[in-house]
């Protein structure tokens, strides 16, 4: 499976997916914590990928989603956006809306 193949099977396969530097515990760049600290506030399962320890997803995932920075969050397949986005979501309260809705319906449907 070439990189694009696994991009595209880690983003159906998980309804909620953050491509982020590092891990949720030990975010590697401010954006990444903003971003993985509002989505763990959802209080939500999540799936995630550090790109820093994954080269080639780093190097192919700007491609594959028509989005050049990191973080990246990912939701039942839809490039939802980075930091600044997800933050504006969070703050809101649609990114709450957002989680919720994707994992009851993986949950309802898987």
């Known amino acids: 499976m070439d990189v694009m193949e696994n991009i ?42 550090d790109v820093l320890s994954n080269p080639e997803i780093r190097a192919n995932l700007p491609n594959f989603g028509n989005w050049p920075t990191f973080p990246q969050l990912w939701v039942l397949g839809e490039l939802i956006g980075g930091c600044d986005i997800v933050s504006e979501m969070h703050e809101n309260g649609e990114l709450q809306t957002l989680i919720d809705s994707a994992i009851n319906e993986s949950t309802a449907t898987g």
């Open 8 to 49: 595209a099977e880690q983003v159906k396969n998980n309804p909620v997916i953050i491509y982020m530097k590092g891990s949720p515990t030990q975010p590697q760049c401010g954006f990444s914590a903003r971003t993985v600290q509002a989505l763990m506030d959802c209080g939500r399962e999540f799936a995630y990928i």
